[in-house]
Protein backbone atom coordinates (compact mmCIF):
# COMPACT_ATOMS: atom_id res chain seq x y z
CA UNK A 1 0.00 0.00 0.00
CA UNK A 2 1.31 3.27 -1.02
CA UNK A 3 1.55 6.39 1.76
CA UNK A 4 -1.04 8.19 -1.05
CA UNK A 5 -3.00 5.37 -1.08
CA UNK A 6 -3.26 4.76 2.37
CA UNK A 7 -4.69 7.83 3.13
CA UNK A 8 -6.89 7.78 0.04
CA UNK A 9 -7.90 4.43 2.42
CA UNK A 10 -8.65 6.55 5.38
CA UNK A 11 -10.68 9.54 4.01
CA UNK A 12 -12.90 6.78 1.96
CA UNK A 13 -13.41 4.87 5.23
CA UNK A 14 -13.98 7.94 7.21
CA UNK A 15 -17.13 9.25 4.93
CA UNK A 16 -18.21 5.27 3.90
CA UNK A 17 -18.61 4.74 8.33
CA UNK A 18 -19.98 8.30 9.60
CA UNK A 19 -15.67 9.24 11.32
CA UNK A 20 -15.43 12.05 9.09
CA UNK A 21 -17.60 14.15 6.11
CA UNK A 22 -16.93 16.67 4.11
CA UNK A 23 -17.93 20.28 5.07
CA UNK A 24 -20.79 21.26 3.50
CA UNK A 25 -20.79 18.90 1.43
CA UNK A 26 -24.99 19.26 -0.33
CA UNK A 27 -22.91 22.61 -1.62
CA UNK A 28 -19.97 21.63 -3.29
CA UNK A 29 -18.04 21.37 -0.23
CA UNK A 30 -16.21 24.37 1.69
CA UNK A 31 -12.14 23.38 0.75
CA UNK A 32 -10.96 22.13 3.39
CA UNK A 33 -13.39 21.95 5.98
CA UNK A 34 -14.84 18.71 7.47
CA UNK A 35 -17.73 17.80 9.64
CA UNK A 36 -17.25 14.94 12.06
CA UNK A 37 -20.14 12.01 11.78
CA UNK A 38 -21.46 10.12 14.58
CA UNK A 39 -18.73 7.98 14.99
CA UNK A 40 -15.88 10.67 14.99
CA UNK A 41 -17.41 12.69 17.28
CA UNK A 42 -17.61 9.26 19.84
CA UNK A 43 -13.54 8.88 18.60
CA UNK A 44 -12.97 12.59 19.19
CA UNK A 45 -15.09 13.43 22.82
CA UNK A 46 -13.03 10.24 23.83
CA UNK A 47 -9.85 11.40 23.09
CA UNK A 48 -10.33 14.81 24.78
CA UNK A 49 -11.98 12.73 28.21
CA UNK A 50 -8.64 11.12 28.40
CA UNK A 51 -7.08 14.00 28.11
CA UNK A 52 -9.14 15.50 31.04
CA UNK A 53 -8.81 12.66 33.17
CA UNK A 54 -4.97 12.53 32.83
CA UNK A 55 -4.26 16.23 33.30
CA UNK A 56 -6.91 17.57 34.91
CA UNK A 57 -8.78 15.02 37.21
CA UNK A 58 -5.84 12.45 38.17
CA UNK A 59 -3.76 15.57 38.82
CA UNK A 60 -3.80 18.36 42.40
CA UNK A 61 -1.59 21.05 40.62
CA UNK A 62 -3.85 21.38 37.17
CA UNK A 63 -7.65 23.09 37.04
CA UNK A 64 -9.40 23.66 33.97
CA UNK A 65 -11.15 26.78 32.21
CA UNK A 66 -13.23 27.48 29.51
CA UNK A 67 -13.38 30.42 28.09
CA UNK A 68 -14.72 32.90 25.49
CA UNK A 69 -13.30 32.18 21.90
CA UNK A 70 -14.01 36.05 21.07
CA UNK A 71 -12.00 37.92 23.65
CA UNK A 72 -10.74 41.64 23.53
CA UNK A 73 -8.81 42.67 20.16
CA UNK A 74 -6.19 44.15 22.96
CA UNK A 75 -5.54 40.13 24.04
CA UNK A 76 -4.48 39.79 20.29
CA UNK A 77 -2.33 43.18 20.55
CA UNK A 78 -0.63 42.59 24.31
CA UNK A 79 0.11 38.92 22.88
CA UNK A 80 2.15 39.90 20.01
CA UNK A 81 -0.37 38.21 17.46
CA UNK A 82 -0.98 40.95 15.69
CA UNK A 83 2.01 42.38 14.91
CA UNK A 84 3.85 38.36 14.59
CA UNK A 85 1.14 35.64 13.95
CA UNK A 86 1.61 35.33 10.10
CA UNK A 87 3.19 33.48 7.56
CA UNK A 88 4.44 34.04 4.18
CA UNK A 89 2.46 34.23 1.29
CA UNK A 90 3.39 34.18 -2.22
CA UNK A 91 1.50 34.02 -5.59
CA UNK A 92 2.41 32.16 -8.81
CA UNK A 93 2.42 34.84 -11.70
CA UNK A 94 0.70 31.84 -14.06
CA UNK A 95 -2.26 30.65 -12.55
CA UNK A 96 -2.57 32.95 -9.46
CA UNK A 97 -2.53 30.70 -6.65
CA UNK A 98 -1.38 31.30 -3.31
CA UNK A 99 0.67 29.59 -1.17
CA UNK A 100 2.92 29.53 1.98
CA UNK A 101 6.02 30.26 0.55
CA UNK A 102 8.04 27.83 3.06
CA UNK A 103 5.20 25.01 1.53
CA UNK A 104 6.84 25.36 -2.13
CA UNK A 105 9.23 22.49 -2.89
CA UNK A 106 11.57 23.05 -5.45
CA UNK A 107 10.13 26.51 -6.62
CA UNK A 108 7.56 24.70 -8.70
CA UNK A 109 3.87 25.91 -8.28
CA UNK A 110 1.78 22.56 -6.19
CA UNK A 111 -1.39 24.07 -8.43
CA UNK A 112 -0.36 24.38 -12.12
CA UNK A 113 3.30 23.24 -12.24
CA UNK A 114 5.06 26.53 -13.41
CA UNK A 115 8.71 26.76 -11.99
CA UNK A 116 9.99 29.63 -10.42
CA UNK A 117 7.15 31.97 -11.41
CA UNK A 118 6.47 33.42 -8.00
CA UNK A 119 5.52 36.94 -6.74
CA UNK A 120 7.50 38.37 -3.93
CA UNK A 121 7.05 36.95 0.13
CA UNK A 122 4.61 39.23 1.66
CA UNK A 123 4.02 38.55 5.34
CA UNK A 124 0.09 37.78 5.77
CA UNK A 125 -1.56 37.60 9.55
CA UNK A 126 -3.21 34.64 10.17
CA UNK A 127 -6.17 35.66 12.41
CA UNK A 128 -9.71 35.52 11.57
CA UNK A 129 -11.24 39.35 11.63
CA UNK A 130 -14.98 39.59 12.06
CA UNK A 131 -16.99 42.56 13.33
CA UNK A 132 -19.22 42.95 16.80
CA UNK A 133 -22.15 44.18 16.16
CA UNK A 134 -24.45 45.92 13.28
CA UNK A 135 -21.74 48.69 12.44
CA UNK A 136 -18.65 47.13 10.32
CA UNK A 137 -16.26 49.56 10.99
CA UNK A 138 -12.20 49.41 12.23
CA UNK A 139 -13.65 50.62 15.84
CA UNK A 140 -15.69 47.17 15.84
CA UNK A 141 -13.08 44.99 14.85
CA UNK A 142 -12.12 41.78 16.73
CA UNK A 143 -10.57 38.13 16.16
CA UNK A 144 -11.30 34.69 16.87
CA UNK A 145 -8.91 33.05 19.15
CA UNK A 146 -5.60 31.87 17.05
CA UNK A 147 -4.77 29.50 19.99
CA UNK A 148 -6.53 28.54 23.19
CA UNK A 149 -3.45 29.84 25.22
CA UNK A 150 -4.20 33.40 25.61
CA UNK A 151 -7.47 32.90 27.81
CA UNK A 152 -4.94 30.81 30.63
CA UNK A 153 -2.91 33.96 30.93
CA UNK A 154 -5.60 36.43 30.71
CA UNK A 155 -7.88 34.46 33.46
CA UNK A 156 -4.59 33.68 35.46
CA UNK A 157 -5.07 35.85 38.31
CA UNK A 158 -9.28 34.85 38.89
CA UNK A 159 -8.25 31.23 38.57
CA UNK A 160 -5.45 31.80 41.02
CA UNK A 161 -7.80 33.55 43.35
CA UNK A 162 -10.42 31.32 43.22
CA UNK A 163 -8.22 28.01 43.18
CA UNK A 164 -5.48 29.22 45.73
CA UNK A 165 -3.13 26.99 43.67
CA UNK A 166 0.51 27.48 44.69
CA UNK A 167 3.19 27.37 42.25
CA UNK A 168 4.13 25.34 39.77
CA UNK A 169 0.71 24.45 38.78
CA UNK A 170 -1.13 24.85 35.67
CA UNK A 171 -4.33 25.73 33.83
CA UNK A 172 -5.84 23.07 31.04
CA UNK A 173 -8.46 24.10 28.41
CA UNK A 174 -9.92 22.21 25.38
CA UNK A 175 -11.56 24.41 22.66
CA UNK A 176 -11.86 25.32 19.29
CA UNK A 177 -8.93 27.67 17.52
CA UNK A 178 -9.21 29.54 13.83
CA UNK A 179 -6.13 30.26 11.79
CA UNK A 180 -6.72 31.11 7.91
CA UNK A 181 -3.85 29.08 7.06
CA UNK A 182 -2.62 29.52 3.45
CA UNK A 183 -2.05 26.26 2.68
CA UNK A 184 -4.62 23.94 4.63
CA UNK A 185 -4.84 19.71 3.67
CA UNK A 186 -3.98 16.74 4.08
CA UNK A 187 -7.28 16.04 5.62
CA UNK A 188 -8.05 16.92 8.99
CA UNK A 189 -4.14 17.73 9.55
CA UNK A 190 -4.24 21.77 8.66
CA UNK A 191 -7.87 23.35 8.77
CA UNK A 192 -8.93 26.80 9.14
CA UNK A 193 -11.01 25.49 11.99
CA UNK A 194 -9.76 22.81 14.54
CA UNK A 195 -9.86 22.01 18.42
CA UNK A 196 -6.37 22.13 20.51
CA UNK A 197 -5.74 20.76 24.03
CA UNK A 198 -3.23 23.33 25.61
CA UNK A 199 -2.28 23.66 29.32
CA UNK A 200 0.24 26.33 30.65
CA UNK A 201 1.54 25.16 33.51
CA UNK A 202 3.16 28.17 35.72
CA UNK A 203 6.49 28.06 37.11
CA UNK A 204 8.71 30.62 39.78
CA UNK A 205 11.19 32.70 37.80
CA UNK A 206 14.22 30.62 37.28
CA UNK A 207 16.84 31.77 38.81
CA UNK A 208 18.96 29.66 36.40
CA UNK A 209 18.28 27.68 33.53
CA UNK A 210 17.89 24.44 35.08
CA UNK A 211 14.91 25.30 36.95
CA UNK A 212 13.11 25.80 33.72
CA UNK A 213 14.68 22.56 32.10
CA UNK A 214 13.07 20.46 34.71
CA UNK A 215 9.69 21.26 34.33
CA UNK A 216 10.41 21.47 30.14
CA UNK A 217 11.62 17.94 30.66
CA UNK A 218 8.98 16.44 32.88
CA UNK A 219 6.44 17.68 29.87
CA UNK A 220 8.35 16.37 27.19
CA UNK A 221 8.09 13.00 28.99
CA UNK A 222 4.43 13.65 29.67
CA UNK A 223 3.64 13.84 25.81
CA UNK A 224 5.55 11.09 24.88
CA UNK A 225 3.49 8.70 27.61
CA UNK A 226 0.30 10.23 25.92
CA UNK A 227 1.30 9.06 22.78
CA UNK A 228 2.45 5.83 23.88
CA UNK A 229 -0.11 4.79 26.61
CA UNK A 230 -3.00 7.01 26.12
CA UNK A 231 -3.64 6.82 21.95
CA UNK A 232 -1.70 3.27 21.35
CA UNK A 233 0.03 5.03 18.55
CA UNK A 234 3.62 3.80 17.69
CA UNK A 235 6.26 5.74 19.35
CA UNK A 236 8.91 4.55 17.35
CA UNK A 237 6.85 6.77 14.38
CA UNK A 238 7.42 9.86 16.41
CA UNK A 239 10.48 11.92 16.17
CA UNK A 240 10.99 15.23 18.34
CA UNK A 241 12.82 18.38 16.43
CA UNK A 242 13.92 20.99 18.48
CA UNK A 243 13.07 24.34 16.56
CA UNK A 244 15.99 26.42 15.47
CA UNK A 245 15.80 30.29 17.27
CA UNK A 246 14.84 31.97 13.95
CA UNK A 247 12.06 29.47 13.57
CA UNK A 248 10.42 29.74 16.54
CA UNK A 249 7.31 31.55 17.62
CA UNK A 250 7.84 34.86 19.12
CA UNK A 251 7.04 34.01 22.47
CA UNK A 252 8.99 30.86 22.67
CA UNK A 253 12.79 30.34 24.42
CA UNK A 254 12.73 26.62 23.51
CA UNK A 255 10.16 24.57 21.83
CA UNK A 256 10.22 21.10 20.87
CA UNK A 257 8.02 20.03 17.89
CA UNK A 258 6.45 15.87 18.47
CA UNK A 259 6.67 14.68 14.55
CA UNK A 260 5.00 11.82 13.60
CA UNK A 261 5.60 9.67 9.80
CA UNK A 262 2.35 10.74 8.55
CA UNK A 263 1.38 8.68 4.43
CA UNK A 264 2.30 12.24 3.64
CA UNK A 265 5.46 13.02 5.22
CA UNK A 266 6.92 13.60 8.44
CA UNK A 267 5.13 16.68 10.13
CA UNK A 268 4.16 18.05 13.52
CA UNK A 269 1.82 16.59 15.69
CA UNK A 270 1.90 18.62 19.08
CA UNK A 271 4.31 20.92 20.93
CA UNK A 272 6.13 22.43 23.70
CA UNK A 273 7.24 25.66 24.57
CA UNK A 274 9.00 27.54 26.71
CA UNK A 275 6.72 30.75 26.81
CA UNK A 276 9.21 32.46 29.74
CA UNK A 277 7.29 35.28 31.42
CA UNK A 278 6.26 37.03 28.21
CA UNK A 279 2.61 36.29 28.20
CA UNK A 280 1.52 37.75 31.54
CA UNK A 281 4.34 40.09 31.46
CA UNK A 282 2.63 42.16 28.89
CA UNK A 283 -0.59 41.59 29.47
CA UNK A 284 -0.06 43.53 32.91
CA UNK A 285 1.48 46.18 30.98
CA UNK A 286 -1.30 46.60 28.58
CA UNK A 287 -3.77 46.00 30.98
CA UNK A 288 -2.78 47.90 34.04
CA UNK A 289 -3.76 45.02 35.95
CA UNK A 290 -1.27 43.31 38.55
CA UNK A 291 -1.29 39.39 37.23
CA UNK A 292 1.34 39.05 40.10
CA UNK A 293 1.80 35.87 42.19
CA UNK A 294 2.25 36.43 45.67
CA UNK A 295 3.75 33.60 47.97
CA UNK A 296 1.47 33.25 50.74
CA UNK A 297 4.42 32.21 52.85
CA UNK A 298 7.27 35.06 52.37
CA UNK A 299 4.72 37.49 50.58
CA UNK A 300 7.25 37.84 47.80
CA UNK A 301 5.91 38.59 44.87
CA UNK A 302 6.79 37.27 40.72
CA UNK A 303 5.42 36.81 37.59
CA UNK A 304 5.80 33.17 36.78
CA UNK A 305 6.88 32.02 33.53
CA UNK A 306 5.62 29.27 31.59
CA UNK A 307 5.77 25.87 30.26
CA UNK A 308 3.29 25.19 27.55
CA UNK A 309 2.35 21.80 26.70
CA UNK A 310 0.13 21.75 23.38
CA UNK A 311 -1.78 19.37 21.32
CA UNK A 312 -4.29 19.05 18.79
CA UNK A 313 -7.45 17.55 18.84
CA UNK A 314 -8.45 16.75 15.02
CA UNK A 315 -4.14 15.65 14.40
CA UNK A 316 -4.72 13.16 17.51
CA UNK A 317 -7.90 11.90 15.47
CA UNK A 318 -5.51 11.76 12.35
CA UNK A 319 -2.54 10.03 14.04
CA UNK A 320 -4.80 7.25 15.59
CA UNK A 321 -6.58 6.73 11.96
CA UNK A 322 -3.60 6.29 10.81
CA UNK A 323 -2.11 4.04 13.17
CA UNK A 324 -4.52 1.65 13.17
CA UNK A 325 -5.37 1.12 9.98
CA UNK A 326 -4.93 -2.16 9.11
CA UNK A 327 -6.33 -4.85 6.43
CA UNK A 328 -6.40 -8.63 7.01
CA UNK A 329 -7.63 -10.87 4.17
CA UNK A 330 -8.40 -7.62 2.14
CA UNK A 331 -10.65 -6.33 5.24
CA UNK A 332 -10.25 -3.41 6.97
CA UNK A 333 -9.48 -3.64 10.73
CA UNK A 334 -9.03 -0.42 12.68
CA UNK A 335 -6.97 -1.80 16.15
CA UNK A 336 -8.61 1.28 17.53
CA UNK A 337 -7.57 1.07 21.82
CA UNK A 338 -10.80 -0.08 23.28
CA UNK A 339 -10.97 3.43 25.41
CA UNK A 340 -11.05 5.29 22.75
CA UNK A 341 -12.97 3.35 20.12
CA UNK A 342 -16.45 5.11 19.17
CA UNK A 343 -18.04 1.42 20.50
CA UNK A 344 -17.04 -0.72 22.82
CA UNK A 345 -18.98 -3.67 21.70
CA UNK A 346 -21.50 -4.94 19.51
CA UNK A 347 -24.08 -7.02 20.74
CA UNK A 348 -25.97 -9.59 17.87
CA UNK A 349 -28.26 -11.95 17.90
CA UNK A 350 -27.19 -15.22 16.11
CA UNK A 351 -29.87 -15.00 13.38
CA UNK A 352 -32.36 -11.72 13.42
CA UNK A 353 -35.17 -13.75 12.95
CA UNK A 354 -35.32 -15.81 15.97
CA UNK A 355 -37.41 -13.85 18.66
CA UNK A 356 -36.09 -15.74 21.43
CA UNK A 357 -32.36 -14.57 20.56
CA UNK A 358 -33.29 -11.72 19.95
CA UNK A 359 -35.52 -11.00 22.79
CA UNK A 360 -32.12 -12.23 25.22
CA UNK A 361 -29.52 -10.15 22.73
CA UNK A 362 -31.51 -6.94 23.37
CA UNK A 363 -31.56 -7.59 26.86
CA UNK A 364 -27.80 -7.74 27.15
CA UNK A 365 -27.52 -4.89 24.68
CA UNK A 366 -29.78 -2.54 26.91
CA UNK A 367 -28.05 -3.62 29.90
CA UNK A 368 -24.55 -3.16 28.40
CA UNK A 369 -25.47 0.12 27.39
CA UNK A 370 -26.11 2.12 30.50
CA UNK A 371 -22.94 2.03 30.92
CA UNK A 372 -20.61 1.69 27.90
CA UNK A 373 -21.55 2.49 24.17
CA UNK A 374 -22.83 -0.51 22.36
CA UNK A 375 -23.47 -1.25 19.08
CA UNK A 376 -26.53 -3.44 17.90
CA UNK A 377 -26.77 -5.73 14.56
CA UNK A 378 -28.67 -8.16 13.73
CA UNK A 379 -28.41 -7.98 9.70
CA UNK A 380 -26.34 -10.07 7.55
CA UNK A 381 -24.14 -13.36 8.68
CA UNK A 382 -22.17 -13.36 11.54
CA UNK A 383 -18.87 -13.22 9.22
CA UNK A 384 -20.44 -9.92 7.46
CA UNK A 385 -21.04 -8.42 10.74
CA UNK A 386 -17.89 -8.82 12.47
CA UNK A 387 -16.27 -7.16 9.35
CA UNK A 388 -18.47 -4.11 9.86
CA UNK A 389 -17.49 -3.46 13.37
CA UNK A 390 -13.83 -4.22 12.28
CA UNK A 391 -13.76 -1.35 10.14
CA UNK A 392 -14.66 0.72 12.77
CA UNK A 393 -12.72 -0.71 15.20
CA UNK A 394 -15.22 -2.33 17.92
CA UNK A 395 -12.94 -4.36 19.88
CA UNK A 396 -15.53 -6.78 21.00
CA UNK A 397 -18.68 -8.73 19.34
CA UNK A 398 -20.96 -10.73 21.54
CA UNK A 399 -23.17 -12.98 19.79
CA UNK A 400 -26.19 -15.08 21.44
CA UNK A 401 -26.75 -18.15 20.07
CA UNK A 402 -29.33 -20.57 20.73
CA UNK A 403 -26.65 -22.58 23.57
CA UNK A 404 -26.86 -19.16 25.46
CA UNK A 405 -30.65 -19.73 25.97
CA UNK A 406 -29.11 -22.69 27.70
CA UNK A 407 -25.98 -21.89 29.56
CA UNK A 408 -26.28 -18.20 30.08
CA UNK A 409 -23.05 -17.69 28.09
CA UNK A 410 -22.69 -15.67 25.15
CA UNK A 411 -19.64 -15.92 22.33
CA UNK A 412 -17.13 -12.88 22.38
CA UNK A 413 -15.22 -12.16 19.44
CA UNK A 414 -11.84 -10.07 19.89
CA UNK A 415 -11.04 -7.93 17.02
CA UNK A 416 -7.77 -8.48 16.62
CA UNK A 417 -6.70 -12.03 17.09
CA UNK A 418 -10.16 -13.46 15.92
CA UNK A 419 -10.36 -15.23 18.80
CA UNK A 420 -13.87 -16.52 20.83
CA UNK A 421 -14.50 -17.14 24.19
CA UNK A 422 -17.68 -17.99 26.13
CA UNK A 423 -18.58 -16.00 29.26
CA UNK A 424 -21.18 -15.60 31.11
CA UNK A 425 -24.06 -13.56 30.47
CA UNK A 426 -23.80 -11.80 34.37
CA UNK A 427 -20.38 -11.88 34.17
CA UNK A 428 -19.94 -9.83 31.05
CA UNK A 429 -20.30 -5.98 31.73
CA UNK A 430 -17.07 -6.97 34.29
CA UNK A 431 -14.77 -8.95 31.79
CA UNK A 432 -15.70 -5.91 28.95
CA UNK A 433 -14.66 -2.98 31.86
CA UNK A 434 -11.62 -4.68 32.82
CA UNK A 435 -10.55 -5.70 28.97
CA UNK A 436 -11.12 -1.52 28.16
CA UNK A 437 -9.38 -0.02 31.26
CA UNK A 438 -6.08 -1.37 30.06
CA UNK A 439 -5.74 -5.58 30.81
CA UNK A 440 -5.84 -6.49 26.75
N1 LIG B 1 -0.46 27.81 21.98
C1 LIG B 1 0.59 27.35 21.16
C2 LIG B 1 0.16 26.95 19.82
O1 LIG B 1 -0.96 27.23 19.42
P1 LIG B 1 0.96 25.73 17.65
O2 LIG B 1 2.15 24.84 17.43
O3 LIG B 1 0.75 26.85 16.73
O4 LIG B 1 1.11 26.26 19.15
C3 LIG B 1 -0.48 23.80 18.68
O5 LIG B 1 -0.36 24.82 17.71
C4 LIG B 1 -1.05 22.54 18.07
O6 LIG B 1 -2.30 22.83 17.44
C5 LIG B 1 -0.18 21.94 16.96
O7 LIG B 1 0.85 21.14 17.49
C6 LIG B 1 -1.21 21.12 16.20
O8 LIG B 1 -1.45 19.89 16.84
C7 LIG B 1 -2.46 21.97 16.31
N2 LIG B 1 -2.65 22.83 15.09
C8 LIG B 1 -2.04 23.99 14.82
N3 LIG B 1 -2.47 24.50 13.64
C9 LIG B 1 -3.41 23.64 13.17
C10 LIG B 1 -4.23 23.62 12.00
N4 LIG B 1 -4.23 24.60 11.10
N5 LIG B 1 -5.06 22.55 11.82
C11 LIG B 1 -5.11 21.54 12.74
N6 LIG B 1 -4.36 21.53 13.87
C12 LIG B 1 -3.51 22.56 14.09
Given at each position: MTDQNLMEKIVALCKRRGFIFPGSEIYGGMANSWDYGPLGVELKNNIKLAWWKRFVHLREDIVGLDAAL????KVWEASGHIANFQDPLVECKKCNGRFRADHIKEGVCPNCGEKGSFTGEQMFNLMFKTFIGPAEESANIAYFRPETAQAMFVDFKNVLDTSRKRLPFGIAQIGKAFRNEITPGNFIFRTREFEQMEIEYFIVPPKQDADWQGPFELWRKEILSWIKDDLGVDINKVHEHEIESTERAHYSKKTIDFEYEFPFGVSELYGLAYRTDFDLKNHEKSSGKDLKYRDPETNEECIPHVIEPTWGVDRSVLVILVDAYSEREGKVILKLKPKLAPYKAAVFPLLGNKPELTRLARKIYLDLKSDLMIAWDDRGNIGGRYASQDEIGTPFCITVDFQSLEDKKVTVRDRDSGKQERIGIDELKKYLKEKINGKN
Amino acid sequence: MTDQNLMEKIVALCKRRGFIFPGSEIYGGMANSWDYGPLGVELKNNIKLAWWKRFVHLREDIVGLDAALIMNPKVWEASGHIANFQDPLVECKKCNGRFRADHIKEGVCPNCGEKGSFTGEQMFNLMFKTFIGPAEESANIAYFRPETAQAMFVDFKNVLDTSRKRLPFGIAQIGKAFRNEITPGNFIFRTREFEQMEIEYFIVPPKQDADWQGPFELWRKEILSWIKDDLGVDINKVHEHEIESTERAHYSKKTIDFEYEFPFGVSELYGLAYRTDFDLKNHEKSSGKDLKYRDPETNEECIPHVIEPTWGVDRSVLVILVDAYSEREGKVILKLKPKLAPYKAAVFPLLGNKPELTRLARKIYLDLKSDLMIAWDDRGNIGGRYASQDEIGTPFCITVDFQSLEDKKVTVRDRDSGKQERIGIDELKKYLKEKINGKN
